[in-house]
């Protein structure tokens, strides 16, 4: 996988530079950096790592928090001169109609951990090696991470990546998606409170 283009994209947060990176110039998914004008990798900067989700990002979907996450990860790189690298891993790794057959399960009464396990898939089959190359392709030396997901923490810091710090991505949980909230917390060990509370505690 290399750098295969970039061009300028004016946003509502500011401008950036998406990078295209793929096998191929011909690959229709390739995974995208979204670099700030103001970047400057002789300095720590702030990374948000954020795996495609169409259904969050792009339909406004209330069963998840992806794309709020994704909003407010462009607003604070945009005011910091960070990066976003969207990875296209849709659904934890498991795939868009995987994905919508989980969402069957979960109205069905599945948490949305065990109806990925029903279906035979893991919890999260992410990886983030790729982030790794494209930070290193970028230049990048040291971060601060924005993430509430221990496991890019860790994935980082098996790299020569240096994680200075990580700074929380806090989304206000919806009466939709607060089961999926507690989810993230109680089984995947992600990091976060909601107005000073666990979500865990919040009805």
Known sequence: MKRQVEAKLPTRWGTFNMHAY????????PHL???HENFDPSNPVLVRIHSECLTGDLFGS??????EQLDEALRLTAESGGVVLYL???G???GLINKLKAYNLQDAG?????????LGLEVDARAYDIAVTMMRDLGIREINLLTNNPQKIQAIDH???QVLGRVPLIIQPKLENIEYFRTKEEVMGHLFH???????DQS
């Open 22 to 29: 793929a096998a191929t110039t011909d690959e229709e998914m």
């Open 33 to 35: 950096a979204m670099v």
């Open 62 to 67: 209330k069963r998840c928090d992806c794309g």
């Open 88 to 90: 296209r891993q849709e």
């Open 92 to 94: 934890r790794g498991i």
């Open 110 to 118: 599945l948490n949305t951990a065990d109806a990925n396990t029903h």
């Open 159 to 161: 790299s020569e990546i």
């Open 194 to 200: 909601v107005n000073g509370k666990s979500v865990k």
